[in-house]
């Protein structure tokens, strides 16, 4: 398979370094087979580009067992790299995805609510940047560069918060969040939480409209095979209700062949929510 063959090409080209974001880890780790390589010369491992889930670094040494892990946030208008956040060499498994640290020599960031307005440790909102490695404009897009850099800060249109620690914790992307009634989800909070379940290959979680909620949380699931799917789904159910809100916990859970993703290997939002439709369209047919 693909990730077998991908697995032994870093030993014979003696790599020393990988950078991926979780999902490709977790394709990688999931679906190969065979004899495992030796891949002690991976002396460092990148992850970045979705919540990095807590229990995903145990996997990660698994495979490279010689390197140490870093949690790194970025963009491309930032040069790209904005934070980063070093594991401990031997990083326990944690509920909550791992910061993304704070922010490299020469960049600024702060947390601003949908006014501008600075919030509090602890609190989500937007990541506003600034610093030497900025750009300076978009290229022939002065509305977007207008819309996007305002008194000299960045606004990536990502949601996280500062935690006690003063790391950056990265939340997911605004464009995302919907809304459960009253309360504001982020698919990729979701996401990090059910990913942790062993028997779950892939998830992407999106929302169905609802009468009197506005929206609900929908969780669509690749999963592993010779387990029931009802028993799978009373786990997710269970770890998300001990670990969010109410809101946040999925209305329904439903099996998938694949998540839809763009080509670069993130989830496709969009594909998410035709597959949901799609769901709903043939729920009502029946």
């Excluded at 942790?196 to 609900?216: H, K, N």
């Amino acid at each position: 398979m693909f990730p077998g063959k991908l697995l032994a090409e870093m030993a014979a080209q003696k790599l020393t370094g990988v950078s991926a974001n979780p999902t490709a880890f977790r394709l990688i780790f999931d679906r190969s087979s065979g004899a495992r390589p030796d891949l002690s010369g991976i002396r460092y491992v990148i992850c970045g580009g979705q919540p990095f889930d807590g229990a995903l670094a145990g996997d990660i040494l698994d495979f490279f067992p010689k390197a140490r892990i870093t949690s790194m946030y970025g963009c491309t208008e930032n040069s790209p790299r904005i934070s980063h956040y070093w594991l401990p060499e031997n990083p326990a498994s944690r509920i909550t995805p791992w910061p993304v640290g704070k922010p490299i020599s020469g960049t600024e960031i702060k947390l601003a609510d949908s006014n501008g307005k600075e919030v509090p440790i602890g609190k989500t909102g937007e990541i506003l940047v600034r610093g030497a490695s900025l750009m300076s404009r978009y290229w022939r897009a002065p509305d977007l560069t207008e819309s996007r850099l305002v008194d000299g800060w960045f606004h990536t249109r990502d949601s996280g918060f500062i935690d006690t620690d003063g790391n950056l914790n990265y939340a997911g992307r605004l464009d995302n969040v919907f809304s459960v009634g009253h309360e504001k989800v982020s698919p990729e909070e979701v996401e990090a939480i059910i990913e942790r379940i062993s028997d779950v290959i892939e998830v992407a979680v999106g929302a169905r409209r609802e009468r009197l909620r506005l929206y609900v949380p929908v969780a669509l699931l690749v999963t592993k095979k010779g387990r029931p799917f009802n028993e799978i789904v009373s786990d997710v159910k269970k770890l998300c209700k001990a670990s969010l809100s109410a809101p946040k916990v999925p209305h329904e859970v439903i099996p998938v062949a694949s998540i839809p993703r763009t080509a670069y290997g993130k989830i496709d939002r969009q594909g998410v929510k035709a597959l949901i439709a799609g769901q709903a369209h043939e729920a009502r047919k029946g």
